[in-house]
Nanobody, 126 residues
Framework: QVQLVESGGGLVQAGGSLRLSCACS????????MGWFRQAPGKEREFVAA???????HYTDSVKGRFTVSRDNAKTTVYLQMNSLKPEDTAVYYC????????????????????WGQGTQVTVSS
Protein backbone atom coordinates (compact mmCIF):
# COMPACT_ATOMS: atom_id res chain seq x y z
CA GLN A 1 0.00 0.00 0.00
CA VAL A 2 1.32 3.40 -0.97
CA GLN A 3 1.62 5.91 1.85
CA LEU A 4 2.58 9.58 1.70
CA VAL A 5 3.37 11.42 4.91
CA GLU A 6 3.88 15.18 4.84
CA SER A 7 5.62 17.30 7.44
CA GLY A 8 7.05 20.77 7.84
CA GLY A 9 4.01 22.99 7.81
CA GLY A 10 3.45 25.73 10.35
CA LEU A 11 2.95 29.40 11.01
CA VAL A 12 5.40 31.89 9.52
CA GLN A 13 5.48 35.62 8.95
CA ALA A 14 5.30 37.07 5.48
CA GLY A 15 8.72 36.96 3.85
CA GLY A 16 9.72 33.88 5.79
CA SER A 17 10.51 30.36 4.66
CA LEU A 18 9.32 26.83 5.24
CA ARG A 19 10.37 23.47 3.86
CA LEU A 20 7.77 20.78 3.40
CA SER A 21 8.73 17.13 3.21
CA CYS A 22 6.77 14.17 1.91
CA ALA A 23 7.99 10.66 2.60
CA CYS A 24 6.70 8.01 0.22
CA SER A 25 6.52 4.26 0.76
CA UNK A 26 4.91 1.33 -0.98
CA UNK A 27 6.04 1.91 -4.57
CA UNK A 28 9.25 2.35 -6.52
CA UNK A 29 9.68 6.01 -5.74
CA UNK A 30 12.32 6.74 -8.37
CA UNK A 31 9.97 5.77 -11.21
CA UNK A 32 7.19 8.21 -10.31
CA UNK A 33 6.72 11.93 -10.55
CA MET A 34 5.64 13.74 -7.41
CA GLY A 35 3.43 16.77 -7.10
CA TRP A 36 2.49 19.42 -4.57
CA PHE A 37 -0.97 20.92 -4.49
CA ARG A 38 -2.66 23.30 -2.07
CA GLN A 39 -6.16 24.20 -1.03
CA ALA A 40 -7.09 27.44 0.68
CA PRO A 41 -10.35 27.85 2.61
CA GLY A 42 -13.26 28.26 0.23
CA LYS A 43 -11.13 27.61 -2.84
CA GLU A 44 -10.52 24.65 -5.09
CA ARG A 45 -7.36 22.63 -4.84
CA GLU A 46 -4.64 24.01 -7.12
CA PHE A 47 -1.36 22.80 -8.52
CA VAL A 48 1.78 24.25 -6.97
CA ALA A 49 4.81 22.32 -8.20
CA ALA A 50 5.88 18.93 -9.51
CA UNK A 51 9.03 17.01 -10.19
CA UNK A 52 9.17 14.22 -12.72
CA UNK A 53 10.86 10.89 -12.17
CA UNK A 54 13.99 12.18 -13.93
CA UNK A 55 14.13 15.52 -12.10
CA UNK A 56 12.26 17.85 -14.43
CA UNK A 57 10.40 20.54 -12.50
CA HIS A 58 7.19 22.44 -13.10
CA TYR A 59 5.68 25.35 -11.18
CA THR A 60 2.54 27.38 -11.20
CA ASP A 61 3.27 30.97 -12.13
CA SER A 62 2.50 32.43 -8.70
CA VAL A 63 5.33 30.51 -7.01
CA LYS A 64 8.03 30.64 -9.68
CA GLY A 65 11.22 32.08 -8.26
CA ARG A 66 10.05 31.54 -4.67
CA PHE A 67 9.40 27.80 -4.36
CA THR A 68 11.71 24.93 -5.26
CA VAL A 69 10.69 21.31 -5.55
CA SER A 70 13.31 18.59 -5.19
CA ARG A 71 13.55 14.90 -4.52
CA ASP A 72 15.90 12.48 -2.78
CA ASN A 73 15.36 9.03 -4.26
CA ALA A 74 17.57 7.39 -1.63
CA LYS A 75 15.27 8.74 1.08
CA THR A 76 12.12 8.34 -1.06
CA THR A 77 11.21 11.88 -0.10
CA VAL A 78 10.11 14.93 -2.04
CA TYR A 79 10.60 18.45 -0.71
CA LEU A 80 9.06 21.84 -1.29
CA GLN A 81 11.26 24.73 -0.24
CA MET A 82 9.11 27.83 0.11
CA ASN A 83 10.80 31.22 0.36
CA SER A 84 9.45 34.77 0.40
CA LEU A 85 6.13 33.48 1.63
CA LYS A 86 3.05 35.62 1.21
CA PRO A 87 -0.29 35.57 3.05
CA GLU A 88 -1.90 34.26 -0.14
CA ASP A 89 0.25 31.13 0.17
CA THR A 90 -1.79 30.14 3.22
CA ALA A 91 -3.39 26.76 2.54
CA VAL A 92 -3.29 23.08 3.29
CA TYR A 93 -0.51 21.60 1.18
CA TYR A 94 -0.77 18.09 -0.19
CA CYS A 95 1.82 15.91 -1.86
CA UNK A 96 0.80 13.32 -4.42
CA UNK A 97 2.35 10.45 -6.33
CA UNK A 98 1.92 10.12 -10.09
CA UNK A 99 -0.06 7.04 -11.06
CA UNK A 100 2.21 6.34 -14.05
CA UNK A 101 5.85 5.44 -14.19
CA UNK A 102 8.36 7.49 -16.17
CA UNK A 103 5.87 10.24 -17.10
CA UNK A 104 7.27 13.69 -17.83
CA UNK A 105 4.15 15.60 -18.82
CA UNK A 106 0.69 16.38 -17.42
CA UNK A 107 2.09 16.59 -13.89
CA UNK A 108 0.12 19.77 -13.24
CA UNK A 109 -3.18 17.93 -13.41
CA UNK A 110 -4.52 16.37 -10.24
CA UNK A 111 -5.99 13.44 -12.18
CA UNK A 112 -2.43 12.32 -12.95
CA UNK A 113 -2.01 11.30 -9.31
CA UNK A 114 -3.45 8.28 -7.55
CA UNK A 115 -2.12 8.61 -4.02
CA TRP A 116 -2.26 11.67 -1.79
CA GLY A 117 -0.90 12.65 1.58
CA GLN A 118 -3.01 13.83 4.48
CA GLY A 119 -2.01 17.46 4.04
CA THR A 120 -0.05 19.91 6.14
CA GLN A 121 -1.21 23.40 7.10
CA VAL A 122 0.84 26.40 6.06
CA THR A 123 -0.21 29.75 7.50
CA VAL A 124 1.51 32.98 6.52
CA SER A 125 0.74 36.00 8.65
CA SER A 126 0.98 39.55 7.34
Amino acid sequence: QVQLVESGGGLVQAGGSLRLSCACSGRIFSRHGMGWFRQAPGKEREFVAAISWNGGTHYTDSVKGRFTVSRDNAKTTVYLQMNSLKPEDTAVYYCASDSSEFRTNALGIDKAYDYWGQGTQVTVSS
